[in-house]
């Protein structure tokens, strides 16, 4: 197996007659039974940042950062790990699985500081393992606050297309469910004769905490106007016999604003009598 080899060597012994003695043989064999050497990668400490469980699997594919050499073997096999997380000397989580197919480890729920301590196989072409170390570790702590998913933009709409807020959502590394808070301010005028109580300002106010007392603020900020003029719903020309005008009677017209009562409506008219026939 790998390069082991076994070579038998043939010595004959001649003397100065010429007479040859019967051969005789010896072997040289190299034997495989010492494992892969390690090549120790330093300790990883990282941040929970979102999706930190992808960086955790793709740390693990990568067997930590190991390399191994073995001088009897052109490939080496790494096969599996075993690990265990814990917070102090509390263990919450063991486990191992197949580093390139797992099953892998889960980010504890809650927990603002951990460790997990690993231990990797390899093999030479020979069947020799090597164990890695179990203090190689993968260290995190939550510093890292909640991140809004897909937040709302500030807008500008019109006074009658307030929507009420959306619903949003944030995600934490090491906290899978965080604590929201919503609040809403307005500049709104209470006085419905006032202007500003159709133009105004409403904004909006998320903060997100994680378990590690991280916190996030989102702002939204609503601009509310009134631009659109009442719309006055009327005939624009309209027609009488003489006898049955009453000019007042085509003066009640519908006056309609999208946003506001009509506080005034003007009208302003000019009669022409034409003789009658």
Not at 4 to 25: M, Q
Not at 50 to 59: E, G, V
Not at 192 to 200: G, I, L, R
Not at 221 to 241: C, G, M, R, W
């Amino acid at each position: 197996c790998g390069n082991t080899k076994n070579v038998v060597v043939s010595f004959t012994a001649v003397d100065p007659s010429g007479n040859r003695s019967l051969p005789t043989s010896a072997s040289f064999s190299t034997i495989d039974n010492i494992g892969p050497s390690l090549v120790v990668p330093p300790n990883v400490t990282i941040s929970c940042v979102t999706h930190i469980r992808d960086t955790l699997i793709n740390w693990i594919r990568n067997k930590g950062g190991y390399g191994a050499t073995d001088v009897c073997s052109n490939t080496l096999t790494w096969t599996r790990f075993q690990y265990s997380i814990s917070q102090g000397n509390t263990v919450l989580q063991s486990g191992g699985g197949f580093i390139n197919s797992g099953p892998y480890p889960t980010i504890p729920d809650g927990i603002c500081s951990w460790k997990l301590n690993i231990n990797f196989w390899v093999a030479d072409e020979c069947g020799n393992q090597t164990v890695t170390f179990g203090t190689t570790s993968f260290n995190v702590v939550d510093n890292i606050a909640p991140a809004a998913v897909n937040p709302p933009l500030d807008i500008t709409v019109t006074c009658n297309n307030v929507q009420p807020p959306p619903t949003l959502t944030f995600l934490d590394g090491c906290t899978r469910t965080p604590s929201v808070i919503y609040s809403q301010t307005s500049t709104q005028d209470p006085d419905t004769t006032k202007c500003a109580h159709y133009s105004y300002v409403i904004t909006r106010t998320w903060i997100a905490e994680d378990a590690c007392d991280n916190t996030s603020t989102y702002i939204q900020s609503v601009k509310v106007e009134d631009i659109s003029p009442p719309v006055i719903n009327a005939q624009d020309t309209l027609h009488f016999y003489c006898s049955h005008f009453i000019p007042d009677s085509i003066y009640y017209v519908g006056v309609m604003d999208n946003c506001s009562p009509v506080v005034s409506f003007n009208v302003a008219k000019t009669i022409e009598v034409p003789s009658c026939f």
